[in-house]
């Protein structure tokens, strides 16, 4: 895939173009939700082609989690990572969903026998053997879940320091980039089970935040309150600093007044966590796994992909808040 050349974003001359051409879009009438649709495609097209993300101060691990599953926690993950490492950042996902979907993505090899998280967290394996880049975008790497990690659950359960393994992997794997003179990564993305396992605890014990993806139906809150008290425990007694940073709504639908109102709902309990890009309901992110890949590759312009390059550029804007939070907490 060709890309364009990055440009600086503290291009002065870059960012006026950008908002003449931005301005010169027509105007789109509330009442018809497709061209408001095209309009705010249009947009994203011009702002985000080409544009590079400010890099974190260190290296932010992010886990991604939420109890309810089907809400497009896997797909937010590594459409996530790919918009990031597209546009200029070095991203490392971490598959610990023992169904592998994330390592499907992201085109990076998960039968049985490939060195994988699994190792990691039961043998003791260094992470740098179980990482891989994927094919499809540079600076993206994944530590793969093969069928194994299905039994890491009851292997955990008699070892010594079991919620703590995969923070000590990550850090260690962190470490050992930087004595080797290795490009440092910018963003840990773990993708966990819709379950509070040991995995999940290893996710939620690993981060430094926590990013929630919420979908835009009935029920989109059902279980939150339960995630919430479920890190409020890991804060209390295994991981002070873990917080919720960032909620994304997904699988949005502007034409129905129920999507309106849970985003609305959403943004009332939470008004400095969510993001102001929503990911629309798309067959194109849909279909993109079955191909080994993740939207960005699989459908560059379509909504969905746009919507997460969108998103990323949120989430790496607010890294530098989040930095500054961090050091004064």
Known sequence: MTTEPSRWVGDDHDERRRAALVE???????????????????????????????????????????????????????????????SGLHVLVIDNDPQGNASTALGVDHRAGVTSVYDVLVDGTPLAEAVYPSPDVPNLWCAPATIDLSGAEIELVSMVARETRLRNAVHAYLEERERRGEPRIDYVLVDCPPSLGLLTVNAFVVGDEVLIPIQCEYYALEGLSQLLKSIELIQAHLNRGLHVSTILLTMYDGRTNLAQQVAQEVREHFPDKTLRTTVPRSVRVSEAPSYGQTVLTYDPGSSGALAYLEAARELAERGTTADRQKEDA
């Open 24 to 86: 010169s879009l027509p105007s789109a009438d509330e009442d018809t939700p497709l061209m408001a649709e095209l309009r705010q495609d249009a947009r994203r097209r011009i702002e985000l082609r080409g544009r590079t993300f400010p890099r974190p101060d260190r290296t932010r691990v992010i886990t991604v989690a939420n109890q309810k599953g089907g809400v497009g926690k896997t797909t937010t993950t590594v459409n996530l990572a790919a918009a990031l490492a597209q």
